[in-house]
């Protein structure tokens, strides 16, 4: 009985340690991960910042402005004046459509006409 | 245990039997069981104190041992943190109101060389010159042949200069990365900006500071590792900016000035959306400050803040205001407004000496008349007239976020005598900066309270001091609407939006001091718009424009910051958002008629 304690315990000791060194690999594959991961943040949001940068430049108002003016046969984009402002009543209703479903020609596809019948007489 | 009986019959008897006194018996065995007692006690206390020994021991010499580990290892960053990723420039960006990047952060590379690792330095100084071409290769042969063992060579080179200097092959030519502060937009907005530089410099890393403007002034907040993920957002509008410059550089060369300003603020919160000071320069490659000559003919002097001119006429509507706020005149109150008028020995004059009799107080606001304000400002004397001034910020710096504001110190009469009363109420005599009068004009438009204007954007109006009652800021915007409709402004009426403004000329007084120039003048037209509730003022600043179309010169700021005001409402209103108010044309064919009764 005393020999079966030890064998026992023994086991219970190595199936620890193999659970604390499984653990401490995960975890240690876990950081690697995590760092990995962190570099790849660090250079996306370095190429973010350098995009940024780039999209600004590139949209810096005497750029757009002489885009404007090379292509002003084609787009005639003019600054903004006071009369491109619109009041809501000289904007046009949509045209009317109508709306309602077609019904004609509509097959019946019940097999139950009492019931048919049944709530149309009720109503 | 069996245990020794103390009286144990088989000793006692015979001792009774030989006539001894048993008790002795009784007595030697209790001093033996106590012995025996003793004995173990003791041997367990020598125990327990060898364990608490050994105890100690042990946890001290971990301690020991893991403190020797700690001051012998290297240290190491900690592998995982969450906030490693957060930190992403030495500075944090600078926004406009809409999140547009007016300066950001760019990673470069420096290159340095270390003469003692080159194999070839004539063949590396010939190569650096190739591709640096302001270089001199004398000098860099010099260098690296020379005792030095390190030298910059440049601060900042882009990538394909990098790989250029990399083609050359010499390992003493090195290179360090570098954060630069890049500006996308170039000149606009370079007074605000300022501009960065290095600070203290390594191979590896270096300080980026700033050098002048909001990048100076907050240096401490962009520095700021916590605040760093957080653009600083400013008030100005990146579009609007880009407008206001646009057409102030193309009136400042219509009008021939040698240099304009521009203020466009907020009156109720107090937000600069633009500021323009020309000529301007690129904080990209700022330029150096002058050494000799005056500092405000550098393109680095920003007229809009740091730039104190008299700017006449457009002061007149702050005394005619005070006065009426006193309850001295209402705004139909005639005022006689003919000469002669002798204040402390001087003569007092009108523009081209006219005479315009005897005049309401809002005409003297509109037909501009000098006699009229003066006599209106002795009424309220000296006293009265600093303090009002005071009040909407005339006698100190404006307390702007810009390194620069400071030295925007307005100049005031040493003495105030009553000649400077009179001058001052029609804009002489006191020197102030356009962004001053901003704040001025804004105390009126806004119906009476002083606002600081800002840099910085704000969620909520500011609640200022109040300078005049509501009903008198009316009166004003209403006279200041009229100098537009019917006075001197004539020409600062927009398409759509109603804008009421007073012009200013001012001769310019001479550097040498005594007197004035002649033909030299700063024309200032102060504006606000829409007039009737106005959202924002706008003051335009020139500096010596002549306007050159008619057959006389004209100088005056009617026929030259008018114009040019009236053209940047026309294109920044729309930007705005505000809304025109169009004149209803009658429909055609239609014609009105009323039926009356009896017909």
Redesign the interface.
């Known amino acids: 009985m005393r020999s079966l304690f030890y064998i026992f315990s023994a086991l219970v000791v190595i199936g620890l340690a193999y659970w604390a060194y499984y653990e401490n690999y995960r975890t240690q594959d876990a950081i690697n991960h995590a760092e990995r991961l962190e570099g790849q943040i660090a250079t996306s949001r370095q190429r973010l910042r350098v995009l940024n940068a780039e999209w600004a430049y590139l949209n810096r108002p005497t750029r757009l402005r002489e885009l404007a003016d090379i292509n002003f046969d084609r787009l005639r984009l003019m600054p903004l004046e006071a009369q491109q402002f619109g009041r809501i009543d000289e904007v046009d209703y949509p045209p009317e459509v109508d709306l309602r479903l077609d019904f004609s020609g509509s097959v019946s596809i019940t097999n139950q006409p009492d019931l048919q019948s049944g709530t149309g007489a009720d109503q | 245990m069996i245990r020794t009986p103390l009286r144990p019959l088989a000793r006692i008897l015979p001792a009774r039997a030989k006539g001894e006194n048993p008790d002795a018996i009784e007595r030697e065995n209790i001093r033996l069981r106590h012995e025996v007692m003793r004995d173990k006690s003791r041997r367990r206390a020598e125990g327990r104190l060898l364990v608490l020994g050994a105890t100690f021991v042990c946890a001290f010499g971990v301690i020991g041992l893991r403190m020797g580990v700690l001051a012998q290892t290297e240290p190491a960053e900690p ?2 943190s969450a906030a ?2 957060d930190i ?2 030495q500075r944090a960006d600078i926004v406009d109101r809409q999140g ?2 007016l300066a ?4 470069t590379h420096s290159l340095y060389a270390q003469p003692q690792q080159m194999i070839e330095p004539e063949r590396a100084a010939k190569g650096l010159v190739k591709i640096f071409p302001e270089l001199t290769e004398e000098r860099l042969l010099r260098d690296f042949t020379g005792k030095r063992k390190f030298l910059w060579i440049k601060r900042k080179i882009s990538p394909e200069q990098m790989q250029a200097v990399h083609d050359i092959g010499e390992p003493g030519l090195l290179f360090g990365p570098r954060e630069m502060r ?1 500006y ?3 000149t ?1 907005a370079a007074h605000v900006l300022g501009g960065a530089g290095f600070g203290r410099e390594g191979v590896h890393a270096a300080e980026v500071i700033g050098v002048a403007g909001i990048e100076k002034y907050y240096d401490d907040r962009l520095r700021d590792p916590a605040q760093n993920s957080q653009p600083l957002t400013l008030s100005l509008d ?2 609007v900016q ?2 206001v410059e ?1 057409v102030l550089r193309g009136g400042m060369n219509i009008m021939n000035a040698k240099g304009a300003a521009a203020v466009l603020m907020d009156v109720h919160t107090g937000e600069v959306l633009s500021i323009a000071s020309l000529p301007d320069f690129d904080p990209n490659d700022r330029p150096r400050p002058l050494v000799q000559g005056n500092a405000a003919d550098s393109p680095l002097f920003n007229r809009a803040v740091q730039g104190v001119y008299e700017l006449g006429s457009t002061f007149k509507i702050f005394a005619t205001a005070q006065a009426m706020e006193l309850g001295l005149v209402s705004s139909g109150t005639i005022i006689d407004t003919s000469g002669p008028m002798r204040v402390g020995g001087f003569t007092i004059g009108e523009f081209n000496r006219k005479n315009y009799g005897k005049i309401s107080v809002s005409d003297v606001i509109v037909h501009s008349s000098n006699r009229g304000t003066g006599r209106i400002a002795l009424q309220i004397g000296a006293e009265r007239q600093q303090e009002f001034l005071k009040s909407l910020g005339f006698f100190k710096p404006v307390d702007f976020e810009m390194i620069e504001a400071s030295g925007g110190q307005p100049l005031l009469p040493k003495r105030w005598t009553e000649l400077s009363t009179v001058t001052i109420s029609y804009g002489h005599g006191l020197s102030s900066s356009p962004l001053h009068l901003a704040a001025g004009y804004a105390a009126i438009a806004n119906g009476g309270r002083y606002v600081r204007p800002t840099l910085l954007k704000q969620d909520a109006p500011q609640e200022g001091l109040r300078v005049m009652s509501d009903e008198i800021a009316r009166e004003a915007r209403l006279m200041l609407r009229k100098v537009v409709t019917e006075g001197t402004a004539s020409m600062g009426e ?4 109603a804008v009421g403004g007073k012009t200013g000329t001012a001769d310019k007084p001479k550097e040498s001091g005594g007197g004035y120039y002649e033909d030299k003048v700063i024309a200032t037209f102060a504006s606000m718009f829409p007039a009737d509730d106005p959202k924002y003022v706008l003051i335009v600043t020139l500096d010596e424009p002549v306007e050159t179309s008619g057959d006389k010169p004209r100088r005056t700021a009617g026929w030259t910051a008018v114009p040019i005001s009236s053209e940047i409402v ?2 920044v ?3 705005l958002g505000l ?2 108010t ?1 004149e209803h044309t009658p429909l055609a064919d239609i014609t009105q008629v009323s039926l009356q009764d009896g017909d």
């Open positions: 592998r995982t490693g990723a992403l420039a547009r990047i950001t952060n760019f990673d890049l996308p937009n170039g606009l990146l579009s880009a407008a646009r927009v398409p759509g939006y026309a294109r209103a729309p930007l809304r025109p169009i």
